[in-house]
C-alpha cells in the first residue's frame, strides 16, 4: 500500500461507513483513487470463466458498484472481471441507516442495505455507455422488497439490463431482503430460473446468467440447488453471498442484524464452495467468494474448485492496491506448484474442505 492510499484510507475510516463507501466511488469517479491501470495478466493468470476470457481471475464482488457510476476506474484497478448492482426492477431506497458497519477487529463488515438502487433503466443506461475494453462486467439481479412477484422482478431485470451486460447474476441469497432466500427451495428456484432462461432466449446475444447462493446452506440445500442448476441451463454459481452467523468475533459492532463478509467469512465460503464443486465440477465453473484477502487465499479458492474469485471486505482495509497484490502472489503460487495456468489449478485440493 502506497503512502496516499494509507492516507486516504486513514481518512475514510474516520467517517461513518456509508458515508466513506459514498466518497470512495467520488474518488473514483474524480480520478483521486490511486488505480493500477488494466487487469494483471500473463500466460498462467489468463483464463475463461463460461466462455468468456479474462485476463486475470481475480473479480469486483456485487455491492461495491451498485448503480454502475464507477465502472471505467474500476476497469482500471487490475480486476479481471467486474459485477456491478443489485439491480431491482423499480429504484429502491434499501433499509433504514445505519445500515453499513466495519468490524476492524476481525477484518469484517456487516451490511443490512436491502438492495438500495437506481433501479434497472438508469443502471442499463450507465452500461450502455461503459467503455469497451478487456474487463468484462457483470450485473447482479434483485427483487424489489414489495414486489408480488419476486421471481417475475429477476427476468425483468434481464429483460432491461442483459444487452448492455456480459454476464448476469441471480442473486437469491441476500439476507437483508425478507423471505429472499426461500427462493433457494428446489421448486421456486426452478420455476425463476425457468422465467430468467426464457428472456434470456429472447436476447439478441443469449449472456451467461450465473447463481449467487448463501453460505449458510445444508448439504441437502446443496443437493436441490446442483441438481437444478444443472438442469436450468444455469453457466455458473457465484459462491458465496454473506452470512448471518456470528461465530468468534471479537469486534464492538457484532451483533448488529444484517450480513457478515470479509475474513470470518473464508472458511465457511470456501466449505461451501468445494461441497458445491463436488456435485458440479467439470459440468459448471464456480466463482469464489467470501474472504479473499490475499493471493493464498484466492489460490485456496480455486484449489477447492473455483475458475474465479471475488473480492469485496477485504478493500475496505488494504485499499484497490489490494488486487493487483492478489494477481501477482497468486501468479507466483501457481508458478511454485509448476500449474501452467488457473484452469490446471481449479479442483486440484478440493478433498481438504470436505
Ligand atoms: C456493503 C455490501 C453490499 C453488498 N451488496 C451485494 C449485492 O447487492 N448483491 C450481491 O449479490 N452481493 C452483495 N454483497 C455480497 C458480496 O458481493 C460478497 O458476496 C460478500 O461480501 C463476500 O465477499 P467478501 O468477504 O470479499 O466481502 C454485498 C456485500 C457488502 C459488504
Excluded at 457510476?69 to 448492482?85: D, I, Q, S
Excluded at 452500461?127 to 427483487?143: D, H, I, K, T
Excluded at 446475444?205 to 448463501?214: D, G, Q, T, Y
Aim: include cysteine; proline fraction near 5%; charged fraction near 20%.
Amino acid at each position: 500500500m502506497t503512502a496516499l492510499e494509507r492516507a486516504g484510507l486513514g481518512l475514510l475510516h474516520r467517517m461513518d461507513p456509508e458515508t466513506a463507501h459514498h466518497w470512495s466511488l467520488n474518488a473514483l469517479r474524480a480520478g483521486l483513487a490511486p488505480l493500477h491501470g488494466g487487469p494483471a495478466t500473463g500466460a498462467r493468470l489468463a483464463t475463461t470463466l463460461a466462455g468468456i476470457p479474462l485476463d486475470n481471475p481475480i473479480g469486483l464482488a456485487a455491492g461495491f458498484d451498485k448503480n454502475a457510476v464507477a465502472v471505467a476506474p474500476l476497469m482500471r484497478a487490475g480486476f479481471g472481471f467486474l459485477e456491478v448492482g443489485a439491480a431491482t426492477p423499480r429504484p429502491q431506497s434499501g433499509n433504514a441507516k445505519p445500515r453499513l458497519f466495519r468490524l476492524p477487529k476481525d477484518r469484517a463488515v456487516i451490511n443490512r442495505f436491502g438492495f438500495n438502487n437506481e433501479g434497472a433503466a438508469a443502471i442499463a443506461a450507465r452500461l450502455a455507455m461503459r467503455p469497451r475494453g478487456r474487463v468484462p462486467v457483470g450485473l447482479n439481479l434483485g427483487a424489489n422488497k414489495d414486489s408480488t412477484d419476486r421471481a417475475a422482478d429477476f427476468a425483468a431485470v434481464l429483460a432491461c439490463c442483459g444487452l448492455h451486460a456480459d454476464f448476469v447474476t441471480v442473486n437469491v441469497s441476500s439476507p437483508n431482503t425478507e423471505r429472499l432466500r426461500d427462493l433457494q427451495g428446489r421448486e421456486a428456484l426452478a420455476a425463476l430460473l425457468a422465467g430468467v432462461m426464457d428472456v434470456r432466449a429472447t436476447l439478441a446475444k443469449p449472456v451467461p446468467v450465473f447463481l449467487k447462493i448463501a453460505p449458510d446452506l445444508t448439504e441437502g440445500d446443496l443437493d436441490d440447488i446442483a441438481e437444478v442448476a444443472l438442469t436450468s441451463g444455469l453457466s455458473g454459481i457465484i459462491t458465496t453471498n454473506t452470512t448471518l452467523s456470528r461465530e468468534a468475533l471479537s469486534d464492538a459492532q457484532r451483533e448488529q442484524a444484517g450480513g457478515l463478509s470479509g475474513a470470518p467469512l473464508f472458511e465457511r465460503s470456501t466449505r461451501v464452495l468445494a461441497q458445491l464443486s463436488q456435485r458440479v465440477a467439470g459440468r459448471l465453473p464456480l466463482i469464489g467468494v467470501g474472504g479473499v484477502g490475499s493471493g493464498e487465499q484466492a489460490y485456496a479458492k480455486i484449489r477447492a474448485g473455483a475458475s474465479a474469485v471475488q473480492v469485496y471486505s477485504a478493500m475496505v482495509f488494504e485499499g484497490l492496491s489490494l488486487i493487483p497484490r492478489i494477481a501477482r502472489e497468486l501468479d507466483a503460487l501457481l508458478a511454485r506448484d509448476g500449474f501452467a495456468t488457473v484452469a490446471d489449478a481449479v479442483g486440484t485440493d478440493r478433498e481438504r474442505w470436505l
